[in-house]
């Protein structure tokens, strides 16, 4: 069974600061996603990582993959009050397309 | 929101009443999918389909049932509701021959179903 692990799962961080996301899965795995929802909102798609070593970056966030590790982060630069969100990782298991996502980290920045 | 439309967008219902959600896409996107939300668990997988009359299981599965006689339309029933199906539920869509072969999801904006 595919398992995958958030943490924290909860941040609060003053604006201007670093600081990263953990997501960590149980099996071998083909591609992970990153995800962000608002409150009350849907899920919108920041990041797809397909290999080992993958770094992806957008503004203010980087995400990366280590395969052998089983490990993603997604990493925030200078915090900024407008990325105040719950960020999902999620991961698909080779020769399927089901993902199983992690728990959520629910991020907010203080001004 | 990729083109991707669920209704209704909110239900209140009674317990051991049938329940039916809608998902339309206009996308022409092969693969569907239903997943619900619910705190601490993040989103779980109750059924996807793979093309028209083409389903299959996932996770989180009993008391549901889905069906998909279009490729437009997915849809997902609670043929005798609980109040543990009190829930977000997201349609979510995703094309595997697109998208640099990433078969990205994209998710409607959901419907909040309480069950009393």
């Known amino acids: 069974e595919l398992k995958v692990e958030q943490n924290p799962l909860f941040l609060s961080m003053q604006e201007g600061k670093n600081y990263t996301i953990y997501c960590n899965y149980s099996?071998?795995?083909?591609?992970l996603y990153w995800y962000r929802q608002d409150p009350g909102k849907s899920l919108e798609s920041l990041f797809v990582?397909?290999?080992?070593?993958a770094v992806k970056q957008e503004g203010r966030l980087m995400a990366s993959l280590d395969t052998k590790a089983r490990l993603s982060t997604l990493h925030i630069t200078a915090a900024v009050h407008d990325l105040s969100a719950t960020y999902f990782c999620?991961?698909?298991?080779?020769?399927?397309?089901?993902?199983?996502f992690g728990t959520g980290t629910r991020l907010t920045i203080i001004p | 929101d990729a083109g991707i439309t669920q209704s209704p967008r909110h239900k209140v219902t009674e317990t051991g009443t049938p329940v039916t959600l809608r998902c339309h896409q206009t996308e022409n996107h092969r693969y569907m999918y239903w997943y619900r939300q619910d705190p601490g668990h993040g989103l779980r997988l109750i059924h996807y389909?793979?093309?028209?009359?083409?389903?299959d299981k996932g996770e989180v599965s009993d008391g549901y049932s889905v069906s998909r006689s279009k490729t437009e339309d997915f849809l997902l029933t609670l043929e005798s509701a609980t109040s543990s199906q009190t829930s977000v539920y997201f349609c979510?869509?995703?094309?595997?021959?697109?998208?640099?072969?990433?078969?990205?999801?994209?998710f409607g904006p959901g419907t909040r179903l309480t069950v009393l």
């Open positions: 389909s793979y093309g028209v009359k083409d389903t």
């Open positions: 999620a991961v698909v298991r080779f020769g399927n397309e089901k993902l199983t």
């Open positions: 990582l397909l290999s080992n070593g």
């Open positions: 979510a869509i995703s094309d595997p021959s697109g998208s640099g072969g990433y078969n990205e999801q994209f």
């Open positions: 099996t071998t795995s083909d591609r």
